[in-house]
């Protein structure tokens, strides 16, 4: 049998978060019943004219920038036309041969160097609004008693990535997902939370055998709404397409939706040709033209990406801890702030990848300053304590003395009648140790740290037992 690779390339809808819709001064979001977000814009009366939103302009453009995208000096509005009830236009306002962003490249790092996945553009264009199938068992519009429509969704922006076919595992697939979720949030202009549909991605995939440079016919892969499902419907979809070539068959260029609990795909309809779309420029709109000024307005902050690398070189630090701390901006920032604190750095990652991130608190909320006492002073706090500290580093009274306090009893009045007590219940021990057997020492400390929960400086049991046991 024949070594396959998978082809896989990625279309990406972000939902930006601006105040407004694309094209008129609804608000755009969620809050109002049904139907409550709208005008004679959105809602295409005749006669009603779209003014595009400065906001969403410039933050595609940001968002191009960090694609390693190259922004038009024009990019262009054409009408798309297809006729659906959640589009009352009858056609869809976006960007075709000439959008604003094109021809980048997004690193993604990984543990045996960057993948370099090419992004063919990214263009701004308004959503659909959303139609709620009603009855049916799949939600689907087959088997539904009847259908709503919510034009609240209506005329949002929304901007389409589209990267090459550069992806060649489910897994690579979503890792750089992820890392593009991440980078959009960190850049402020979505909250990209894929359970709300505010990033959705299709993929394209096929698979040819290794060696082969020509591509095999694709399918479009839709549906899913989460990394997991993401990656386990290219799977589905790998597996199938390989069973096809290998029974002889031919893979169909069709749209497919992955079904997840049975964990395979169907088909949903007959792939439309681009032309069926019969695009032309929107009349009442003028080119988008970003201009100088624009492109040295926007700055962008340091991307995840990079900032993992740097993690890895700044601190030392594995890919794999370097990424999970940058999985959230709030982490990375304490984990900064933590080990610029003077905490030793593996030792502050450990800390916060594990232990701080099982108790959920906010990062952003937390104490650093006083955390890195903590998480410096941990060796010699009782585990509990410890445990409480990183749990309750978000209050506002948090302070690391509280927590410092309960580490060390290094009052010999306090220790001594424990010592005595110890010694006491092991006479053998004390012959022995008295007899040569000087390693004995540690098991008489670590009797007296369980006695005390750690509590106890060890240095000072040391002095203790050394005295009462030479004697
Ligand atoms: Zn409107």
Redesign the pocket.
Known sequence: MPEWEPVIGLEIHVQLKTR??M????ANGFGGGPNT???????AFPGALPVPNQQAIEWTVKLGRALGCTIADRALFHRKHYPYPDLPKGYQISQYDEPLCVDGRFIVPGPDGDAEIGIVRAHLEEDAAKTIHVGGATGRIVGAAHSDVDFNR??TPLVEIVTHPDLHSADEAKHFLQLLRQTVVELGISDAEMEKGQLRADANVSVREVGETEFRTRTELKNMNSFNHIARGIEAEVRRQIAVWESGGEVVQQTLDYEVKSDTVTARRQKEEADDYRYFPEPDLVPIEPGRELLERIELPELPGERIRRFESQYGLAYYDAEVLNSSAGLAALYERVALDGVDAKAASNVLMNEFAATGVDPDAVNAEELAKVISARSSIPRETFTRALAESADPEFRAETYLAETVVADTSELEPIVDRILAANPGQVEAYRGGKEGLLGFFVGQVMRETQGKADPKVVNGLLRDKLTV
Do not use: A, D, E
């Open positions: 407004t819709k094209f008129c001064r609804c977000q709208t005008c004679p814009v959105c809602l209506g005329g």
